[in-house]
């Protein structure tokens, strides 16, 4: 009898090899899947191939809300992958959360700080150590754009795939923007607690449909880290995958988005969205 080649099998999920997942993020997944099953009624298109589990591999999502990475988080666990985030340092240094999220194996990057590229080689390397998948958000922040689509963000993303060799599969959400209100960044009193409360007891009231779309990996086979203008051409790539794939999640809201948020400022602009001429490559 011939052996067969273990080679020759495409993988699936039930032949990958195990991913060690953090126990206490395992818990907190299970909570968020409770947390996001009363704020609304999750809806998952796409997927990541079988082929790509286990190896360096970065989610980039656009950012709508403070409740959307609750969502992909939700998201994740049904196509059965358990991602780590890469956060900003005041989430990690906060009572009670931050230890939390440090003991969870999330990776901490301070955007503003002198250690930015300490951050992103601490990205690289656990990217090349494989297992759970990192979620990025380019953008960096909330979109500020009238519209909600994704602004500029900058390019650390890219540089981070480009460096580590990390496949990049762009994540594309909405719906999370109406289960809380932007609000105040500073809380600074119970008052101002009150627009995040009230906004999602409303969600849970309404039950606003929570759309996320993982989409085909981003070609960037022909770019290299350090080769000029790669790591701009690699952003734009990725957040133009993005756009694509949140295009038909909100084919009825191609403007504006129908919900409004009084308190999210709207003083972005967005060099993606579909009808925005400057789409086609030619902004700086």
Not at 2 to 7: G, L, S, T
Not at 12 to 17: E, Q, V
Not at 234 to 245: C, K, L, N
Not at 258 to 268: A, E, K, L, S, W
């Amino acid at each position: 009898m011939v052996a067969r080649n273990a080679q020759s099998e495409p993988p699936t999920r039930r032949n990958l090899p195990a991913v060690s997942t953090p126990l206490l993020w395992r818990a907190l997944i299970a909570v968020d899947r409770v947390v996001i099953g009363v704020t609304g009624r999750l809806e998952v298109t796409g997927d990541i191939p079988a082929s790509l589990r286990g190896r360096p591999l970065l989610l980039a999502s656009n950012h709508i809300g403070n409740v959307d990475p609750l969502v992909l988080v939700a998201a994740c666990r049904r196509i059965r992958v358990a991602p780590r985030f890469m956060l900003a340092g005041g989430l990690l240094d906060a009572p009670v959360l931050g230890p939390l999220l440090k003991r969870s194996g999330h990776l901490r990057v301070d955007r503003r700080s002198a250690n930015v590229g300490e951050a992103m080689q601490r990205s690289v390397d656990a990217l090349r150590r494989g297992g759970d998948p990192i979620a990025v958000y380019p953008e960096g922040r909330i979109s500020l754009d009238p519209g909600l689509w994704p602004e500029r963000a900058k390019t650390g993303v890219a540089r981070i795939a480009l460096t580590s060799g990390a496949v990049v599969v762009p994540v594309s959400q909405w719906g999370a923007h109406e289960a809380m209100y932007w609000g105040n960044l500073h809380p600074e009193g119970w008052r101002d607690l009150l627009p995040y409360a009230t906004s999602w007891w409303h969600s849970i009231r309404t039950r606003p449909a929570l759309k996320v779309h993982f989409g085909s990996p981003v070609d960037l086979s022909d770019l290299s880290d350090g080769r000029a203008g790669d790591a701009r051409r690699a952003h734009e790539r990725i957040m133009r995958a993005i756009t694509a794939g949140l295009v038909p999640l909100r084919a009825d809201e191609p403007d504006l988005p129908t919900f409004q948020d009084p308190t999210r400022p709207t003083t972005g602009s967005s060099p993606w969205r579909p009808t925005d001429d400057r789409q086609d490559g030619t902004s700086s």
